[in-house]
């Protein structure tokens, strides 16, 4: 049996979708920052930096929200959410997923939490600069998207769903997501998605996704 730690539409909910699609069972825990439940010393036991997602198969613990994803791929092969080992499209899905974790992804942790990097007199400026990284990758993305329906090939994978909580984390950011006319048309189909729909439920997340 699987179980995903999670809190509302953080990290977490990228292995949750993929969760909702492959269609297993699964217990949801959620965390609660404000009462510091991923810095118990339970937490820290199963991910030792406190963040969110953690994740159990069985007695097995993975933490890192791609690692969990791939993880999740690859058990459920049915549900052909990675391409298959070897394939030029499985290395496109492991350049994009660490693009978006090790770009996309840590421009947000600076721009939500500057307080990591700098002091409080520069924070306004901080997340000024962050932003600007935020719209230059989405800026790549746009252009890679262009008369495509998915981040690889032309089936979906574990990269659309990390776009999708990506996309939505950059919709108060100036530009927002759906000025990105390429990100938006696939995120709008991605929406779509019984997966997806029943993801946000589950979370209590309610419309506009993004
Ligand atoms: N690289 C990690 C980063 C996870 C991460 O930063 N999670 C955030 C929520 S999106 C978190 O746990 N924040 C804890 C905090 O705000 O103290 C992953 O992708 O799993």
């Not at 993929?18 to 036991?45: C, M, N």
């Not at 963040?51 to 993880?71: Q, S, Y």
């Not at 600007?132 to 990269?159: C, P, S, W």
Request: proline content about 5%; aromatic content about 14%.
């Amino acid at each position: 049996m699987y179980k995903l730690y999670y809190s509302q539409g953080l990290a977490s909910i990228v292995p949750h979708f993929v969760l909702q699609e492959i269609g297993a069972e699964f217990d949801l825990v959620e965390i609660d920052r404000s009462k510091g439940e991923h810095q118990t010393p339970e937490y820290l036991a199963l991910n030792p930096n406190g963040r969110i997602p953690t994740f159990k198969d069985g007695d097995k613990v993975l933490f890192e929200t791609a690692a969990i994803c791939l993880h999740l791929a690859d058990h459920h092969p049915e549900a052909k959410l990675i391409p298959l080992l070897g394939t030029y499209e499985r290395s496109e899905v492991y350049q994009w997923i660490t693009f978006l974790t090790n770009s996309l992804q840590v421009d947000f942790w600076q721009f939500y939490r500057p307080e990591f990097y700098v002091t409080a007199e520069h924070y306004a400026d901080y997340k000024t600069v962050m932003a600007g990284h935020v719209v230059r990758h989405l800026e790549v993305l746009d252009v890679h998207l262009k008369g495509r329906d998915f981040m690889v090939g032309n089936q979906l994978t574990i990269v659309d769903f990390y776009l999708l909580m990506l996309g939505r984390w950059s919709r108060h950011i100036t530009p927002p997501t759906r000025s990105f006319p390429h990100i938006t048309r696939v995120l709008e189909s991605l929406c779509n998605r019984t997966s997806v729909i029943r993801t946000f439920d589950r979370e209590g997340i309610s419309l506009p996704y993004f």
